[in-house]
């Protein structure tokens, strides 16, 4: 069973700010690309941000320039700082490995929900 634990959503005004936390299996983690990945009410699950081992990063148009990924490859940790934040930003935030693996619940973490209140 996978080791995905994320952390670190709320309750946020528009325009606020959040850093979110995600710990990873080594099994996970290791040279592997990570991504970002969140699922709004009624949506399905999408990638927003992706991170090389070596720290490259690629992020979709509508959280370009607002979002920064990041992670530590000695701790297995990877975090996403979400700035300027939206209504449509509201979502349950997840990590894993890229590409995603199958939407079973044994392969990802409880996820972590971010709430933008206008």
């Known amino acids: 069973q996978v080791q995905l634990v994320e952390s670190g959503g709320g309750l946020v005004q528009v325009g606020g700010s959040l850093t979110l936390s995600c710990a990873a299996s080594?099994?996970?983690?290791?040279?592997?690309?990570m991504g970002w990945y969140r699922q709004a009410p009624g949506k399905q699950r999408e990638v927003v941000a992706v991170?090389?081992?070596?720290?490259?990063?690629n992020y979709v148009d509508s959280v370009k320039g607002r979002f920064t990924m990041s992670r530590d490859n000695a701790k297995n940790m990877v975090y996403l700082k979400m700035n300027s934040l939206k209504p449509e930003d509201t979502a349950v935030y997840y990590c894993n490995k890229v590409p995603a693996p199958a939407p079973r619940p044994e392969y990802w973490g409880q996820g972590t929900q971010v709430t933008v209140s206008s």
């Open positions: 080594g099994s996970i983690f290791s040279r592997n690309v």
């Open positions: 991170m090389t081992s070596g720290g490259s990063g």
